[in-house]
Nanobody
Framework: QLQLVESGGGLVQPGGALRLSCAAS????????IAWFRQAPGREREGVSG????????YYTDSVKGRFTISRDNAKNTVYLQMNSLKPEDTAIYYC?????????????????????WGQGTQVTVST
């Protein structure tokens, strides 16, 4: 059974940086599509970034392009989200998610309901 655990969230000032980690166990992430989502109070869960680790294909939502970078460490079976130049509007709970079917089909989905496996989330707060 695939398990996902996020870490790395916290409170930062605007312009600061955080590196989120999504550590997987039970299965290798090589055969899953993996995505980062975020959800702010009163807002719909939003797809932020995604990767198919077997070939490194990635996507980013427009609001984070140039600021966030998704990456992987195969040896640690972990996916990261490096978040730079953080803005107050980045404040949210950040979740990692994975799905085998999306990997098989080669789709990089930003729809939360397309993902089967989810971590518990890590809070990111960007505030003065």
């Amino acid at each position: 059974q695939l398990q996902l655990v996020e870490s790395g969230g916290g409170l930062v000032q605007p312009g600061g940086a955080l590196r989120l980690s999504c550590a997987a166990s039970g299965r290798t992430l090589d055969y899953y599509a993996i995505a980062w989502f975020r959800q702010a109070p009163g807002r719909e869960r939003e797809g932020v970034s995604g990767i198919i680790t077997i070939d490194g294909s990635t996507y980013y939502t427009d609001s984070v392009k140039g600021r966030f970078t998704i990456s992987r460490d195969n040896a640690k079976n972990t996916v990261y989200l490096q978040m730079n130049s953080l803005k107050p509007e980045d404040t949210a709970i950040y979740y990692c998610a994975a799905d085998r079917g999306l990997y098989i089909s080669g789709r990089l989905s930003t729809t939360a309901t397309d993902y089967e496996h989810w971590g518990q989330g890590t809070q990111v707060t960007v505030s003065t």
